[in-house]
């Protein structure tokens, strides 16, 4: 595919995942491939591949002689980084940052006890790294560069615990900092205890206290959550 075509692809796939997120397209509405190939002016070609990829995401399933049809919410695939993005996008923002901080606080403190069992010495360098990272870029409004620290912290901190499944969760927490980032939910600047309690995490990694390391995480989960009450309510 050419980059003209990445292009449109890109461009057709977003509009209509977002649509069909933010329910403009109930279940049960039918998809008609032409009628998407005259509104964006595209070959019916570029109609077909995104549809291939809406239906890896479950959003919508093709049938013969119907077309396409949006799915249920209950079976789309409401782990796939774009659906959480196009979902982060729309009007139900807050209950789904809701959701998917609260899936956060499930997964990650136990994540940073099994990592501080297990990461090896250079996750945890790169842990301490990414957490001055973010006491570096915690003032002056730095809230993109804080943002690249912070979604590396906890990518590491999930691959540091060794469990293939907590792992394959990076993508899932990657948008939602995101995206509370680029929705504006967040302080023109980090809370500076929750930037200290990162440090802390990235200590008690790195000196093994599995212990420590969970109880530090979940107060960041905790303090996450309640940023949520006065942000998103």
Not at 64 to 86: A, C, K, L
């Amino acid at each position: 595919m050419t980059t003209q075509g990445r292009g449109l692809h890109a461009h057709v796939l977003d509009t209509l995942g977002l649509a069909i997120t933010a329910g403009e397209y109930p279940r049960g509405s039918v998809l008609r491939t032409d009628e998407v190939a005259q509104r964006f002016d595209v070959s019916r070609t570029v109609v077909r591949e995104v549809v291939r990829v809406l239906e890896s995401m479950h959003l919508v399933e093709s049938r013969r002689r119907v077309g396409v049809t949006v799915r249920p919410t209950e079976e789309w695939n409401v782990y796939d980084p774009r659906v959480i993005r196009w979902r982060l996008a729309g009007s139900d923002r807050p209950r789904q940052l809701r959701s998917l901080t609260v899936l956060r606080s499930a997964v990650e403190p136990v994540a940073a006890g099994l990592a501080a069992r297990n990461a090896t010495p250079e996750q945890c360098a790169e842990l301490t790294e990414c957490a001055l990272g973010m006491v570096a870029t915690s003032r002056g409004h730095q809230l993109e560069g804080y943002l690249k620290h912070d979604i590396a912290f906890h990518r590491v901190v999930l691959n540091a615990s060794g469990n293939e499944m907590f792992a394959r969760l990076g993508d899932v927490v990657a948008e939602v900092l995101a995206g509370r980032t680029h929705h504006q939910v967040m302080f023109d600047d980090p809370d500076p205890a929750a930037v200290t309690l990162h440090v802390q995490v990235a200590e008690a990694v790195r000196e093994g206290d599995a212990v420590r390391a969970e109880e530090i995480t979940r107060q960041i989960s905790v303090g996450a959550l309640a940023e949520l009450d006065v942000l998103a309510p």
